[in-house]
């Protein structure tokens, strides 16, 4: 079985500073996927960024990183210059497949405030 | 709008009240997911397609859950005998298949908010 863990219920962080939330998973498969979205108020999940269990180099996507370190089972997203826009629930998930097409296993979510 | 588009986005119901909500999925996808959501917390998967092939149910769908996707388009999730318990926001998402470029990025609507009274 799948799990994702996300310890930090709500963050704050300052207009333009860069924030990183947290995400630990557990998986005995070799092959995975891991994906963050972001579900703003109105309720869509939209997807950010993913990286792949093979995956050699940490995925970015303009100002989203995936800080994926395998061997401690952490897939970090890091937000630079943080904007009021970026206010959301923040949630990691992940996929028992190195393609997705399948399942998503999602945390709990973290709730991210950006303070002008 | 080529994205996945949910209908409708709310529906108050009274308890023992049959309720259904219709999918459409991003056109070239051919996979396409249920999931459900409840206040405060992430997403569960409650279902997948590939093309009108239900392949995956969870403990969650219960006999009063059925899913359908007839010709492999748009999908329908009808819960029968609505209990308090079903309020909760339900996402339909879609895929193109794996091994395109694209067949990492599951794709979510927006939603659909039920509410039973």
């Known amino acids: 079985a799948q799990k994702i863990t996300q310890t930090q219920p709500g963050m704050f962080v300052q207009e333009k500073e860069a924030v990183t939330l947290d995400c630990t998973y557990d998986?005995?498969?070799?092959?995975?996927?891991l994906f963050w979205y972001k579900q703003p108020s109105s309720g869509e999940m939209i997807f950010l960024i993913y990286?792949?269990?093979?995956?050699?180099q940490n995925a970015t996507e303009g100002r989203y990183s995936l800080n994926f370190q395998k061997a401690r089972k952490s897939a970090n997203l890091v937000i630079s210059a943080s904007q009021l826009g970026d206010s959301a629930m923040y949630f990691c998930?992940?996929?028992?497949?190195?393609?997705?097409?399948?399942?998503?296993?999602f945390g709990g979510g973290t709730r991210l405030m950006v303070k002008p | 709008d080529t994205g996945v588009s949910q209908d409708p986005r709310h529906k108050i119901t009274k308890r023992g009240q049959n309720v259904t909500f219709r999918c459409d999925p991003i056109?070239?996808?051919?996979?396409l997911y249920w999931y459900r959501q409840t206040l405060g917390q992430g997403p569960e998967f409650l279902t997948y397609?590939?093309?009108?092939?239900?392949?995956?149910k969870s403990r969650l769908l219960s006999d009063r859950f059925s899913a359908e996707r007839p010709k492999g388009s748009f999908s329908t999730l009808e819960i029968q005998r609505t209990e308090q318990g079903d309020s909760a926001m339900y996402l339909c998402a879609s895929s193109s298949p794996s091994g395109q470029d694209s067949g990492n990025t599951i794709y979510f609507g927006e939603g659909s908010w039920l509410t039973v009274v």
């Open positions: 056109s070239e996808h051919n996979r």
């Open positions: 998930a992940m996929s028992p497949k190195y393609n997705a097409g399948n399942m998503l296993t």
């Open positions: 990286q792949g269990s093979y995956d050699q």
């Open positions: 397609f590939q093309n009108e092939a239900q392949l995956e």
């Open positions: 998986t005995s498969d070799p092959s995975y996927g």
